[in-house]
Nanobody
């Protein structure tokens, strides 16, 4: 089960941190990701962490260098730190969990089994 929070209204250039609290068992090969969906558009990949022996991070080109995904294992929470926000970052942000993902599938929403409820981020210009 996933519970996302932290969305809100900010101005361009501001920062915001989203949280996703995860519960339940995941095994040793899984990924936690953030996707976003703007009004009238498809759900797009933002970033992911994949655990499979080692840890691998993935970012979309549109957020690379501005957004950072991290995890607090003690709290079973994944964070999305968003800096230098732009109006085009406005969307509902969803956290997701998937099992046994590989690099070629990490960016597709259909690869994920579990979804949080979404949290709205609005960036004004």
């Amino acid at each position: 089960q996933l519970q996302a929070s932290g969305g809100g209204l900010v101005q361009a250039g501001d920062s915001l941190r989203l949280s996703c609290a995860a519960s339940g068992r995941t095994g040793s090969n899984y990924a936690l990701a953030w996707f976003r969906q703007a009004p009238g558009k498809e759900r797009d990949f933002v970033t992911a962490i994949r655990w499979s022996g080692g840890t691998t991070y993935y970012y979309s080109d549109s957020v690379k260098g501005r957004f950072t995904i991290s995890r607090d294992n003690a709290k079973s929470t994944v964070y999305l730190q968003m800096n230098s926000l732009k109006p085009e970052d406005t969307a509902v942000y969803y956290c997701a969990a998937g099992l046994r993902l590989i690099t070629s599938t990490i960016r597709f929403p259909t690869s994920y089994n579990y979804w949080g409820q979404g949290t709205l981020v609005t960036v004004s210009s």
